[in-house]
């Protein structure tokens, strides 16, 4: 994963998609809210998203006053003992992967989610607690997209990126390369 410390991803064209689908459960503190998520690009200049979700049992966190609350478990441990991660980038889309070890380790198996590239959090939300309880063959499918003010912007760049990747982007045409 590319360090986003270095860089400020709050810039990057998806981050509003990462941080709506993170707060897809009704905001931060809500019970589907990820562990953890980040919104970055990658190597090849891939933008990506990390969700990372290890409640498998109790968790006792505390907040920004000092205060001490325990979370209730929001990922079976029987099926997923150290958790699950969603992963999204603007090529493959949605996908999820059993969590290897307690230091967040992704598993080499990805499976696809039933949900368009730019997915509502809605259509994310419905199909979690299934996924998270391992009902992995009968996940909710959904064909609704994120309809927010950014998804415009967002989409373009989507498009423009598969047209470059084709090879059917606009041709420079002429003029001076330098």
Known sequence: ????????????????????????????????????????????????????????????????????????PVVDGQVWPHGLALSWDEVEGWTYSPLEGEHSTVGEYWGPLPVPRLASPAALRALLPRLFRGHEEDLPASAEEWAEPAVETLAQRLAAADADRLGTGPQQTGGDRG
Not at 5 to 14: E, I, K, M, R, Y
């Open 1 to 72: 994963m590319t360090d986003t410390s270095l860089t400020d991803a709050t810039g990057l064209p998806h981050y509003v998609y990462a941080e709506a689908v993170a707060h897809c459960d009704g905001g931060p503190g809500s019970a589907y809210e990820p562990d953890e998520w980040y919104a970055y690009r990658g190597d090849t200049g891939v933008l990506c998203a990390m969700f990372y979700y290890r409640r498998t049992k109790p968790m006792t966190v505390e907040d920004y006053a000092g205060i001490e609350r325990t979370l209730t």
